[in-house]
């Protein structure tokens, strides 16, 4: 099972990126999906989540607002839009996923998710 994480780069404070997760090795259409983030010099923190039944989301609240996530189950794929993207939200992002089946709701824990991408660094300038 992979989590396999692109869309990271640079890009200017006011700016937009779009970060992809594909899912392989097994179907993640009934996984609670998740995205978390961890700047340099501190810990990795939740970002936003996406469950598997209604689509229904959930966000951090310093990304609410401008970050959307969406998933595609046809191509195993969950989407983070980062819009207005401000110097600190200069990280490396990792994509998450429940155990497939699990209850669905919103999941904000690290400890609730099985499995890791590897993470794609974003860094907006000033």
């Known amino acids: 099972v992979q989590l396999q994480a692109s869309g990271g780069g640079l890009v200017q404070a006011g700016g937009f990126l779009r970060l992809s997760c594909v899912a392989s090795?097994?179907?993640?259409?009934?996984?609670?999906m998740g995205w978390f983030r961890q700047a340099p010099g501190k810990e990795r923190k939740f970002v936003a989540t996406?469950?598997?039944?209604?689509?229904?989301?959930y966000y951090t609240d310093s990304v609410r607002g401008r970050f959307t996530i969406s998933r595609d189950n046809a191509k195993n794929t969950v989407y983070l839009q980062m819009n207005s993207l401000k110097p600190n939200d200069t990280a490396v992002y990792y994509c998450?996923?429940?155990?497939?089946?699990?209850?669905?709701?919103?999941?904000?824990?690290?400890?609730?998710?099985?499995?890791w991408g590897q993470g794609t660094q974003v860094t907006v300038s000033s």
């Open positions: 998450a996923a429940k155990n497939p089946g699990s209850i669905s709701g919103l999941y904000h824990r690290q400890q609730e998710y099985r499995y």
């Open positions: 090795g097994r179907t993640f259409s009934s996984s609670a």
């Open positions: 996406i469950n598997w039944i209604d689509y229904s989301t």
